[in-house]
Protein backbone atom coordinates (compact mmCIF):
# COMPACT_ATOMS: atom_id res chain seq x y z
CA UNK A 1 0.00 0.00 0.00
CA UNK A 2 1.16 3.16 -0.68
CA UNK A 3 0.55 6.43 1.76
CA UNK A 4 1.86 9.73 0.84
CA UNK A 5 1.82 13.06 4.16
CA UNK A 6 -0.05 15.44 3.04
CA UNK A 7 0.20 16.92 6.38
CA UNK A 8 -21.14 7.65 2.62
CA UNK A 9 -28.56 7.95 3.89
CA UNK A 10 -31.49 8.82 2.60
CA UNK A 11 -32.46 7.07 -0.96
CA UNK A 12 -34.93 8.83 -3.25
CA UNK A 13 -35.70 7.14 -6.24
CA UNK A 14 -33.15 6.21 -8.89
CA UNK A 15 -32.53 8.03 -12.11
CA UNK A 16 -33.97 6.92 -14.95
CA UNK A 17 -32.59 3.17 -15.50
CA UNK A 18 -30.89 4.04 -18.81
CA UNK A 19 -29.11 6.46 -16.49
CA UNK A 20 -28.29 3.85 -14.26
CA UNK A 21 -26.75 1.45 -16.75
CA UNK A 22 -23.87 4.00 -16.89
CA UNK A 23 -23.13 4.75 -13.32
CA UNK A 24 -22.03 1.77 -11.61
CA UNK A 25 -21.23 2.94 -8.94
CA UNK A 26 -18.05 5.48 -8.73
CA UNK A 27 -16.03 4.71 -6.18
CA UNK A 28 -11.44 7.58 -4.79
CA UNK A 29 -1.87 9.35 4.96
CA UNK A 30 1.62 10.66 7.32
CA UNK A 31 0.90 7.14 7.39
CA UNK A 32 -1.92 4.74 7.05
CA UNK A 33 -1.84 0.89 7.84
CA UNK A 34 -3.86 -1.22 6.61
CA UNK A 35 -4.82 -4.35 8.33
CA UNK A 36 -5.78 -8.21 6.81
CA UNK A 37 -9.05 -8.14 5.19
CA UNK A 38 -11.34 -10.20 7.07
CA UNK A 39 -14.87 -11.87 5.49
CA UNK A 40 -17.59 -9.14 4.94
CA UNK A 41 -19.94 -11.89 4.88
CA UNK A 42 -19.59 -15.17 6.64
CA UNK A 43 -21.57 -18.49 6.21
CA UNK A 44 -21.48 -19.01 9.90
CA UNK A 45 -22.11 -16.24 12.34
CA UNK A 46 -19.97 -15.17 15.49
CA UNK A 47 -21.47 -15.07 18.51
CA UNK A 48 -22.57 -11.29 19.95
CA UNK A 49 -22.53 -10.26 16.27
CA UNK A 50 -25.18 -7.54 14.74
CA UNK A 51 -26.07 -8.00 11.12
CA UNK A 52 -26.83 -4.29 10.03
CA UNK A 53 -30.57 -2.99 8.49
CA UNK A 54 -30.38 -3.57 4.75
CA UNK A 55 -28.51 -1.07 3.07
CA UNK A 56 -29.25 1.85 0.46
CA UNK A 57 -27.27 2.14 -2.51
CA UNK A 58 -24.51 4.35 -1.32
CA UNK A 59 -25.52 4.26 2.46
CA UNK A 60 -22.36 4.86 5.25
CA UNK A 61 -23.22 1.58 7.60
CA UNK A 62 -22.47 2.21 11.21
CA UNK A 63 -22.11 -0.72 12.81
CA UNK A 64 -25.21 -0.91 16.18
CA UNK A 65 -23.02 -2.45 18.58
CA UNK A 66 -19.65 -3.57 19.50
CA UNK A 67 -16.92 -4.09 17.52
CA UNK A 68 -17.02 -6.32 15.10
CA UNK A 69 -13.74 -8.04 13.56
CA UNK A 70 -16.05 -9.29 10.66
CA UNK A 71 -18.82 -6.70 9.01
CA UNK A 72 -21.28 -7.86 8.65
CA UNK A 73 -21.84 -10.88 9.64
CA UNK A 74 -24.76 -13.67 9.32
CA UNK A 75 -26.72 -15.16 6.62
CA UNK A 76 -30.18 -15.33 6.61
CA UNK A 77 -31.84 -17.96 8.95
CA UNK A 78 -32.94 -21.22 6.85
CA UNK A 79 -35.55 -23.59 7.05
CA UNK A 80 -35.45 -27.46 8.63
CA UNK A 81 -35.35 -29.15 4.86
CA UNK A 82 -38.52 -29.70 3.65
CA UNK A 83 -40.39 -27.18 6.04
CA UNK A 84 -40.20 -24.03 3.64
CA UNK A 85 -43.75 -23.60 1.74
CA UNK A 86 -44.09 -24.04 -2.01
CA UNK A 87 -44.19 -20.57 -3.65
CA UNK A 88 -47.90 -20.25 -5.24
CA UNK A 89 -47.25 -18.57 -8.44
CA UNK A 90 -50.83 -17.36 -10.14
CA UNK A 91 -51.64 -18.13 -13.64
CA UNK A 92 -50.62 -15.84 -16.38
CA UNK A 93 -47.83 -14.83 -13.58
CA UNK A 94 -43.72 -15.52 -13.63
CA UNK A 95 -41.58 -16.38 -10.44
CA UNK A 96 -38.84 -14.28 -10.79
CA UNK A 97 -35.86 -15.28 -8.91
CA UNK A 98 -33.25 -12.95 -8.33
CA UNK A 99 -29.69 -13.44 -5.91
CA UNK A 100 -25.98 -11.65 -6.43
CA UNK A 101 -22.69 -12.92 -5.17
CA UNK A 102 -19.31 -11.46 -5.15
CA UNK A 103 -18.08 -12.72 -8.36
CA UNK A 104 -17.40 -15.50 -10.50
CA UNK A 105 -17.14 -19.04 -7.82
CA UNK A 106 -17.94 -16.90 -4.84
CA UNK A 107 -19.98 -17.10 -2.08
CA UNK A 108 -23.82 -14.96 -2.22
CA UNK A 109 -24.28 -11.99 -1.10
CA UNK A 110 -26.22 -12.36 2.36
CA UNK A 111 -27.53 -9.19 3.19
CA UNK A 112 -27.34 -5.57 2.63
CA UNK A 113 -29.14 -5.99 -1.45
CA UNK A 114 -31.45 -3.89 -2.51
CA UNK A 115 -33.74 -5.60 -5.25
CA UNK A 116 -35.78 -2.33 -8.05
CA UNK A 117 -37.20 -4.15 -10.93
CA UNK A 118 -38.65 -1.41 -13.31
CA UNK A 119 -40.69 -1.55 -17.02
CA UNK A 120 -38.68 -1.87 -19.64
CA UNK A 121 -40.11 1.34 -21.36
CA UNK A 122 -40.62 4.73 -19.90
CA UNK A 123 -43.77 6.50 -19.79
CA UNK A 124 -44.92 9.79 -21.85
CA UNK A 125 -42.63 11.83 -19.41
CA UNK A 126 -39.06 9.68 -19.80
CA UNK A 127 -39.55 7.90 -16.55
CA UNK A 128 -39.04 3.97 -16.41
CA UNK A 129 -42.11 3.21 -13.24
CA UNK A 130 -40.62 0.84 -10.45
CA UNK A 131 -42.75 -2.24 -10.31
CA UNK A 132 -41.32 -4.16 -7.27
CA UNK A 133 -38.71 -3.27 -4.69
CA UNK A 134 -37.27 -5.91 -2.13
CA UNK A 135 -34.56 -5.78 0.36
CA UNK A 136 -34.33 -9.38 0.85
CA UNK A 137 -30.94 -11.50 -0.11
CA UNK A 138 -32.57 -13.64 -2.74
CA UNK A 139 -36.23 -12.71 -2.83
CA UNK A 140 -38.70 -14.28 -5.60
CA UNK A 141 -40.39 -11.95 -7.39
CA UNK A 142 -44.33 -12.44 -8.88
CA UNK A 143 -45.25 -10.25 -11.92
CA UNK A 144 -46.73 -10.64 -15.25
CA UNK A 145 -44.69 -11.88 -18.52
CA UNK A 146 -43.00 -9.53 -20.35
CA UNK A 147 -39.61 -7.69 -20.67
CA UNK A 148 -38.21 -5.52 -17.37
CA UNK A 149 -35.14 -3.72 -16.40
CA UNK A 150 -33.57 -5.34 -12.35
CA UNK A 151 -31.44 -3.16 -10.66
CA UNK A 152 -29.52 -4.45 -7.53
CA UNK A 153 -27.72 -2.07 -5.24
CA UNK A 154 -25.19 -3.33 -2.51
CA UNK A 155 -23.20 0.00 -0.99
CA UNK A 156 -22.04 1.89 -3.54
CA UNK A 157 -21.47 -1.01 -5.75
CA UNK A 158 -24.53 -1.20 -8.34
CA UNK A 159 -25.46 -3.86 -11.27
CA UNK A 160 -28.42 -3.25 -13.60
CA UNK A 161 -29.62 -5.81 -16.70
CA UNK A 162 -32.66 -6.28 -18.69
CA UNK A 163 -34.57 -9.61 -17.83
CA UNK A 164 -37.34 -11.00 -20.25
CA UNK A 165 -40.01 -13.04 -17.90
CA UNK A 166 -41.27 -16.28 -19.97
CA UNK A 167 -42.47 -19.64 -18.43
CA UNK A 168 -43.33 -20.36 -14.65
CA UNK A 169 -39.53 -19.36 -13.15
CA UNK A 170 -36.79 -17.22 -14.08
CA UNK A 171 -33.55 -17.32 -12.13
CA UNK A 172 -31.23 -13.92 -12.55
CA UNK A 173 -27.95 -13.99 -10.72
CA UNK A 174 -25.86 -10.80 -10.48
CA UNK A 175 -22.36 -10.35 -9.83
CA UNK A 176 -21.44 -7.51 -7.59
CA UNK A 177 -17.57 -7.96 -6.35
CA UNK A 178 -17.46 -5.68 -3.69
CA UNK A 179 -16.00 -5.13 -0.30
CA UNK A 180 -16.43 -2.84 2.60
CA UNK A 181 -13.94 -0.48 4.17
CA UNK A 182 -13.58 0.77 7.74
CA UNK A 183 -11.30 3.14 9.31
CA UNK A 184 -10.00 4.55 12.33
CA UNK A 185 -7.14 7.46 12.80
CA UNK A 186 -4.47 7.31 15.99
CA UNK A 187 -1.68 9.68 16.86
CA UNK A 188 0.94 7.33 18.32
CA UNK A 189 -0.49 4.15 20.11
CA UNK A 190 -3.45 6.01 21.11
CA UNK A 191 -6.93 5.79 19.38
CA UNK A 192 -8.64 8.98 17.99
CA UNK A 193 -12.24 9.70 19.60
CA UNK A 194 -14.85 9.56 16.56
CA UNK A 195 -16.17 12.50 17.43
CA UNK A 196 -12.27 14.23 16.08
CA UNK A 197 -11.92 12.42 12.93
CA UNK A 198 -13.61 11.87 9.64
CA UNK A 199 -12.70 10.19 6.21
CA UNK A 200 -13.61 11.26 2.59
CA UNK A 201 -12.93 8.43 -0.05
CA UNK A 202 -12.12 8.96 -3.59
CA UNK A 203 -12.06 6.36 -6.25
CA UNK A 204 -8.64 5.67 -7.72
CA UNK A 205 -5.20 6.68 -6.57
CA UNK A 206 -4.54 9.54 -5.59
CA UNK A 207 -1.55 9.41 -7.39
CA UNK A 208 -3.24 9.15 -10.55
CA UNK A 209 -3.81 12.64 -12.44
CA UNK A 210 -7.04 11.01 -14.36
CA UNK A 211 -8.50 9.98 -10.78
CA UNK A 212 -11.62 11.76 -10.04
CA UNK A 213 -11.25 14.19 -7.33
CA UNK A 214 -14.74 13.97 -6.34
CA UNK A 215 -15.77 12.11 -3.22
CA UNK A 216 -18.21 9.00 -3.50
CA UNK A 217 -18.19 9.02 0.38
CA UNK A 218 -17.59 12.36 3.03
CA UNK A 219 -17.26 12.65 6.74
CA UNK A 220 -17.20 9.26 7.36
CA UNK A 221 -17.33 8.50 10.85
CA UNK A 222 -14.98 6.03 12.98
CA UNK A 223 -16.36 2.14 13.22
CA UNK A 224 -18.49 2.81 9.99
CA UNK A 225 -18.17 0.64 7.09
CA UNK A 226 -18.52 2.03 3.23
CA UNK A 227 -19.17 -0.57 0.61
CA UNK A 228 -17.59 -0.31 -2.71
CA UNK A 229 -16.95 -1.93 -5.78
CA UNK A 230 -13.65 -3.77 -5.85
CA UNK A 231 -10.73 -1.71 -6.69
CA UNK A 232 -8.30 0.84 -5.29
CA UNK A 233 -9.40 4.00 -3.07
CA UNK A 234 -7.57 7.18 -1.80
CA UNK A 235 -8.51 7.95 2.18
CA UNK A 236 -8.74 11.92 3.38
CA UNK A 237 -8.13 11.67 6.99
CA UNK A 238 -8.95 15.07 9.10
CA UNK A 239 -8.06 15.44 12.30
CA UNK A 240 -10.07 18.53 13.15
CA UNK A 241 -10.63 21.22 11.19
CA UNK A 242 -7.12 22.43 10.50
CA UNK A 243 -4.08 21.19 9.21
CA UNK A 244 -4.04 17.97 10.60
CA UNK A 245 -5.26 15.85 7.01
CA UNK A 246 -3.33 12.56 5.89
CA UNK A 247 -3.75 10.67 2.51
CA UNK A 248 -3.75 7.08 1.65
CA UNK A 249 -4.16 4.69 -1.38
CA UNK A 250 -5.50 1.49 -0.20
CA UNK A 251 -6.78 -1.41 -1.64
CA UNK A 252 -10.73 -2.84 -1.72
CA UNK A 253 -10.58 -6.56 -2.35
CA UNK A 254 -14.14 -8.20 -3.31
CA UNK A 255 -15.74 -10.23 -0.44
CA UNK A 256 -13.70 -8.73 2.12
CA UNK A 257 -13.71 -5.94 4.94
CA UNK A 258 -10.31 -4.17 4.85
CA UNK A 259 -9.60 -2.06 8.50
CA UNK A 260 -7.54 0.65 7.45
CA UNK A 261 -5.81 2.69 10.54
CA UNK A 262 -4.34 5.98 9.59
CA UNK A 263 -1.85 7.46 11.62
CA UNK A 264 -1.61 11.41 12.23
CA UNK A 265 1.08 13.37 13.36
CA UNK A 266 -0.46 16.01 15.35
CA UNK A 267 -1.21 17.24 18.82
CA UNK A 268 -4.10 19.03 20.52
CA UNK A 269 -3.17 22.50 21.50
CA UNK A 270 -5.17 25.06 23.91
CA UNK A 271 -3.91 28.68 23.22
CA UNK A 272 -4.19 31.45 26.31
CA UNK A 273 -3.95 35.14 26.26
CA UNK A 274 -2.55 35.59 29.97
CA UNK A 275 -1.05 38.50 31.76
CA UNK A 276 1.38 35.84 33.54
CA UNK A 277 2.22 32.52 33.15
CA UNK A 278 -0.14 30.24 34.38
CA UNK A 279 -2.53 33.28 34.88
CA UNK A 280 -6.10 33.54 33.85
CA UNK A 281 -6.83 33.80 30.12
CA UNK A 282 -8.27 36.97 28.98
CA UNK A 283 -12.26 36.11 27.33
CA UNK A 284 -12.97 38.04 23.86
CA UNK A 285 -9.99 36.71 22.71
CA UNK A 286 -9.49 36.67 18.16
CA UNK A 287 -6.71 34.35 17.74
CA UNK A 288 -4.64 33.62 14.49
CA UNK A 289 -2.03 30.09 14.00
CA UNK A 290 0.13 30.60 11.27
CA UNK A 291 2.85 29.12 9.60
CA UNK A 292 6.59 30.18 9.74
CA UNK A 293 5.95 31.69 6.22
CA UNK A 294 2.68 33.56 6.99
CA UNK A 295 -0.03 31.40 6.03
CA UNK A 296 -3.04 31.21 7.99
CA UNK A 297 -3.93 27.66 9.40
CA UNK A 298 -6.89 28.17 12.05
CA UNK A 299 -8.60 31.67 13.29
CA UNK A 300 -11.16 31.52 16.12
CA UNK A 301 -12.26 33.60 19.01
CA UNK A 302 -12.77 32.89 22.78
CA UNK A 303 -10.96 32.65 26.06
CA UNK A 304 -9.43 28.61 25.47
CA UNK A 305 -9.75 27.77 21.70
CA UNK A 306 -8.70 24.17 21.13
CA UNK A 307 -6.76 23.98 17.66
CA UNK A 308 -5.42 20.65 16.43
CA UNK A 309 -2.49 21.04 14.21
CA UNK A 310 -0.06 19.16 12.65
CA UNK A 311 3.46 18.76 13.82
CA UNK A 312 5.47 21.46 12.96
CA UNK A 313 6.33 25.21 13.55
CA UNK A 314 3.61 28.08 14.22
CA UNK A 315 3.03 31.48 15.21
CA UNK A 316 0.52 32.36 17.15
CA UNK A 317 -1.59 36.08 16.91
CA UNK A 318 -3.75 37.15 19.87
CA UNK A 319 -5.85 40.24 18.99
CA UNK A 320 -7.52 41.92 22.72
CA UNK A 321 -8.92 45.20 23.68
CA UNK A 322 -7.40 46.83 20.56
CA UNK A 323 -3.92 45.06 20.94
CA UNK A 324 -2.29 42.63 19.56
CA UNK A 325 0.51 39.95 20.76
CA UNK A 326 2.18 36.78 19.43
CA UNK A 327 4.16 33.60 20.47
CA UNK A 328 6.05 31.32 18.63
CA UNK A 329 5.64 27.51 19.44
CA UNK A 330 6.08 23.92 18.18
CA UNK A 331 3.50 21.18 17.83
CA UNK A 332 5.06 18.10 18.58
CA UNK A 333 3.15 14.40 17.90
CA UNK A 334 1.20 13.34 20.16
CA UNK A 335 1.83 16.28 22.79
CA UNK A 336 -1.28 17.90 23.81
CA UNK A 337 -0.88 21.21 25.81
CA UNK A 338 -1.61 24.62 26.54
CA UNK A 339 -0.13 27.49 24.13
CA UNK A 340 0.00 30.57 26.41
CA UNK A 341 0.60 33.73 25.42
CA UNK A 342 1.98 36.54 26.92
CA UNK A 343 -0.07 40.11 27.33
CA UNK A 344 2.85 42.35 27.56
Known amino acids: MRSHPATAASRGRLWPVFALILMLAAPGAASAQETGPSILFSTTPSTGLVSPEPVTRGEVFAPRSGTPSQWPLGTPRSRAPGTAPALMVPAGKVALALSARFGKDAPRIAGGLVWQVYEAKPD ?10 DKAPAPTLVL ?4 YIVHVGFGLATAVRPVTLRGPTVREQFDLPAGGLRMEGRVGDARIPA ?15 A ?17 VPEGTYHIVSHYGDANAVVRSDIRVQAGKLTDVTITHRAAAITLKLVAEKGGEAFANTSWSVLTPGGDVIKESIGAFPRVILAAGEYRAIARNDGRVFERQFKVVTGVDGDVEVLAR
Open 195 to 209: GQIAFDVFKGSQFDP
Open 124 to 133: GKGKYRLVKE
Open 144 to 147: PPGP
Open 211 to 227: ADHRPIAKHVTTGSVVV
